[in-house]
């Protein structure tokens, strides 16, 4: 039986090797790699997350990796950003075209848009099935941050390519049910979450100080503008409620413990899971608009088996919890902010925890995920 081969392009995600957690396209890959699949990997030379060059390590992968010449960019959302995206697109188009290796079937990683236009195209040219898999949805991201003059027009035509890399795929994966359904993609689509990598069971309770309950928020620099309103409605909790706080230092500059909120700043892997281990609730605060999936940190919470208070209404989250009974979505002005916390605080609270840890690992384990995610790819191709 001849081996599969498949071509699988992603610009962003972090590679085995590199410091960082797996997220989607490289745990994908090793699961169908396991499944005899022959597998070729193209990627950014530059690294998206910390915005440097990639440490380009061979060896450390079960698949083959190349790198694709892109400049750097220090925004996520800039003109800068763009030029290297279309560079990135031109290379990756150069170095195919002087391969000129068979493939099977090609998945790509959506965004960069360029890139998948040109790939989507080619993929047809060559009568190579070709799977798109939305991780966020662009040009909608930038739409906030393109001037009102450039916004239309530029939009629109971004928009019109979007959908013409939808028709040419033969699927089109996403990490969102609403992804698909903005992207009228349902009939052909399938949702297959970011998910996370859970522990065989959940961590022993943190014991020390059970009399208090801790509330957790891992701050990014989308959710600072949320933190005076945070504090404020924190403050109406009883006394025996603290809050930890944790990101980078320029998140909390000039800020300092008090007896029931402490910051942590640029903490270790280790250092994080330590305040996981001791929290009692983790906390999702962001602007409503920036997202219509689940947000990663959802999964940093289930593996410590958290309930989770989230601001964000009307999409999946709030689905997932009132489905699940995971926690409570709050206003999102924090309005209601103390009556959902005392709402998800039970008297058993390390049963309540271990319940929830199951659930959420039976739902999102990438193992499982994935390994189906390989089975739905390798069905299509045959």
Same mark, same amino acid.
């Given at each position: 039986?001849?081996?599969?081969?498949?071509?699988?392009?992603?610009?962003?995600?972090?590679?085995?090797?590199?410091?960082?957690?797996?997220?989607?396209?490289?745990?994908?890959?090793?699961?169908?790699?396991?499944?005899?699949?022959?597998?070729?990997?193209?990627?950014?030379?530059?690294?998206?997350?910390?915005?440097?060059?990639?440490?380009?390590?061979?060896?450390?992968?079960?698949?083959?990796?190349?790198?694709?010449?892109?400049?750097?960019?220090?925004?996520?959302?800039?003109?800068?950003?763009?030029?290297?995206?279309?560079?990135?697109?031109?290379?990756?188009?150069?170095?195919?075209?002087?391969?000129?290796?068979?493939?099977?079937?090609?998945?790509?990683?959506?965004?960069?848009?360029?890139?998948?236009?040109?790939?989507?195209?080619?993929?047809?040219?060559?009568?190579?099935?070709?799977?798109?898999?939305?991780?966020?949805?662009?040009?909608?991201?930038?739409?906030?941050?393109?001037?009102?003059?450039?916004?239309?027009?530029?939009?629109?035509?971004?928009?019109?390519?979007?959908?013409?890399?939808?028709?040419?795929?033969?699927?089109?994966?996403?990490?969102?049910?609403?992804?698909?359904?903005?992207?009228?993609?349902?009939?052909?689509?399938?949702?297959?979450?970011?998910?996370?990598?859970?522990?065989?069971?959940?961590?022993?309770?943190?014991?020390?100080?059970?009399?208090?309950?801790?509330?957790?928020?891992?701050?990014?620099?989308?959710?600072?503008?949320?933190?005076?309103?945070?504090?404020?409605?924190?403050?109406?909790?009883?006394?025996?409620?603290?809050?930890?706080?944790?990101?980078?230092?320029?998140?909390?500059?000039?800020?300092?413990?008090?007896?029931? =909120?402490?910051?942590?700043?640029?903490?270790?892997?280790?250092? *994080?899971? %330590?305040?996981?281990?001791? $929290? @009692?609730?983790? +906390?999702?605060?962001?602007?409503?608009?920036?997202?219509?999936?689940?947000?990663?940190?959802?999964?940093?919470?289930?593996?410590?088996?958290?309930?989770?208070?989230?601001?964000?209404?009307?999409?999946?989250?709030?689905?997932?919890?009132?489905?699940?009974?995971?926690?409570?979505?709050?206003?999102?002005?924090?309005?209601?902010?103390?009556?959902?916390?005392?709402?998800?605080?039970?008297?058993?609270?390390?049963?309540?925890?271990?319940? =929830?840890?199951?659930?959420?690992?039976?739902?999102?384990?990438? *193992?499982? %995920?994935?390994?189906?995610? $390989? @089975?739905?790819? +390798?069905?299509?191709?045959?």
């Amino acid at each position: 039986m001849t081996q599969i081969s498949i071509l699988m392009v992603s610009a962003f995600d972090p590679l085995p090797g590199e410091g960082r957690e797996l997220i989607r396209y490289p745990i994908l890959a090793e699961a169908l790699v396991k499944k005899g699949v022959k597998l070729t990997y193209l990627t950014s030379s530059f690294e998206h997350f910390s915005k440097k060059p990639r440490i380009q390590s061979q060896g450390k992968n079960p698949f083959s990796v190349h790198y694709i010449s892109a400049p750097a960019y220090h925004k996520n959302v800039s003109l800068k950003r763009l030029w290297s995206h279309g560079i990135f697109a031109r290379n990756l188009m150069r170095f195919l075209k002087k391969e000129d290796a068979k493939y099977d079937a090609i998945i790509s990683a959506f965004p960069p848009i360029e890139a998948n236009v040109r790939l989507s195209i080619w993929a047809r040219q060559k009568g190579i099935p070709f799977f798109v898999d939305v991780q966020d949805l662009w040009p909608e991201a930038f739409e906030a941050k393109v001037p009102a003059f450039l916004s239309g027009w530029l939009l629109r035509a971004w928009k019109a390519r979007r959908g013409g890399v939808l028709e040419r795929a033969k699927r089109v994966f996403a990490v969102s049910e609403d992804y698909l359904k903005s992207l009228n993609a349902e009939e052909k689509g399938k949702c297959f979450p970011l998910g996370a990598h859970f522990p065989e069971k959940i961590p022993p309770a943190f014991q020390a100080d059970s009399e208090k309950i801790r509330l957790i928020f891992l701050a990014g620099s989308d959710q600072l503008p949320f933190l005076p309103a945070l504090l404020q409605a924190f403050e109406k909790l009883p006394s025996h409620y603290v809050l930890m706080l944790v990101g980078r230092s320029r998140h909390f500059c000039g800020k300092k413990d008090t007896d029931r =909120i402490s910051y942590h700043h640029d903490v270790s892997e280790e250092e *994080k899971q %330590l305040l996981l281990l001791k $929290a @009692n609730i983790g +906390l999702v605060i962001n602007e409503l608009s920036l997202f219509s999936r689940l947000p990663n940190k959802l999964f940093s919470y289930l593996n410590y088996g958290l309930p989770i208070i989230s601001n964000l209404r009307g999409g999946e989250l709030e689905k997932l919890l009132e489905k699940e009974s995971w926690g409570k979505c709050c206003a999102g002005d924090l309005s209601d902010f103390t009556e959902k916390v005392l709402g998800v605080v039970g008297e058993k609270r390390h049963e309540e925890k271990t319940q =929830i840890f199951d659930r959420a690992k039976a739902l999102f384990d990438k *193992k499982n %995920l994935y390994n189906s995610y $390989a @089975n739905e790819i +390798l069905d299509d191709i045959s």
